[in-house]
């Protein structure tokens, strides 16, 4: 087949593209480019591969990447690896000084970092939640502030859970494994587990207000334990919203679930909801930092349950009341 002939004019638009224009304003196909030689992805320089790194999701990391070769098991567990991917997530800002004993485990922490507890301020009303004990006209959901009651110190708080004339308790048993936490995450590192509630009384009745929070093997047995003596708030008072906080620490290993249970009753028998007001309630795994942990706190002052490991004949000892 014979060469055609092209206006210049025309050629010279769609030579880069598609060919080449000769000296004698013929086109011809374009030269094919050399040839590229292959290159390794572990001939990239090491601070390259740990930023490709960075955006790997972490458990395609440790258990895929990292058996691809020794030079990528070895990067993958530098530790300016996993302080670049906390600092990519935001977990850490570039002035942190606080001391970190694994940045792998510490980043895997944070990733997993969340309230545990389902449905804490009754947005859904008692859904997700046991009731161990429904005395007198039952559990109920208000909104804030309530009959005799003060705003929340957040103002997204908007419901609470409202007990009655009798004892009503109500509870959440967290499965550890199936929320993320493997065996040696919590038998080895031990993350701290900080619980916290928030309970009030109405202003016009008062309210004795109970919670315990213990931490269970996978056969139940009762590990540690958090279950301060009960708080009694006098009628008449300022309806204040009142944190209870405590921090779970060097435990024994074996944990596998937490048990959170909390309610009360109003001190003047009336009928209706006149009891202690519960919303807010969270259970946190954060990384074990070498500071002390903080104290629990409620008022009056609270004491730590018995920790010492008891075993319990079957789950519905973890219910009973108070």
Not at 61 to 85: A, F, G, P, Q, Y
Not at 211 to 216: G, M, W
Not at 228 to 249: M, Y
Not at 281 to 301: C, F, G, L, V, Y
Request: hydrophobic share 40%; glycine share 6%; proline share 7%.
């Amino acid at each position: 087949m014979g060469v055609v002939t092209v206006p210049t004019g025309v050629v010279e638009k769609v030579a880069t593209r598609a060919g080449h224009v000769g000296s004698t304003g013929l086109w011809a196909p374009a030269p094919s480019p050399p040839a590229m030689a292959l290159v390794s992805i572990n001939e990239l320089p090491e601070n390259i591969l740990l930023e490709l790194f960075t955006h790997v999701p972490a458990h395609h990391l440790l258990l895929h990447c990292r058996l691809v070769c020794s030079l990528w098991r070895d990067l993958i567990d530098l530790v300016t690896l996993w302080k670049r991917k906390c600092l990519r997530e935001g977990f850490i800002t570039e002035d942190w000084d606080q001391p970190v004993a694994d940045w792998k485990i510490f980043y895997f922490l944070c990733s997993l970092r969340r309230n545990l507890l389902r449905n804490p301020c009754a947005e859904e009303d008692m859904t997700s939640w046991q009731i161990d004990s429904n005395g007198g006209d039952h559990w109920r959901v208000e909104s804030l502030p309530g009959d005799h009651g003060t705003d929340f110190p957040d103002s997204k708080v908007k419901k609470y859970f409202v007990t009655s004339f009798e004892m009503c308790l109500k509870s959440q048993l967290v499965d550890l494994k199936a929320e993320g936490y493997w065996e040696e995450l919590l038998d080895t590192f031990r993350p701290e587990i900080e619980v916290k509630d928030w309970f009030a009384a109405r202003a016009d009745c008062g309210c004795t207000y109970h919670i315990r929070v213990q931490l269970v093997s996978d056969n139940y047995i009762v590990l540690a334990s958090f279950e301060p003596p009960p708080v009694t708030i006098d009628q008449w008072n300022n309806a204040k919203w009142t944190e209870v906080s405590h921090t779970f620490s060097d435990y024994p290993s074996g944990v596998r679930h937490i048990l959170f249970q909390h309610g009360g009753k109003d001190t003047q028998f009336w009928a209706g909801w006149y009891g202690p007001r519960i919303t807010n309630s969270s259970i946190i795994i954060s990384p074990k930092m070498t500071r002390d942990p903080a104290p629990s706190t409620t008022q009056p002052e609270t004491m730590q349950g018995q920790e010492k490991a008891a075993r319990l004949p079957s789950s519905l000892r973890l219910h009973k009341p108070f």
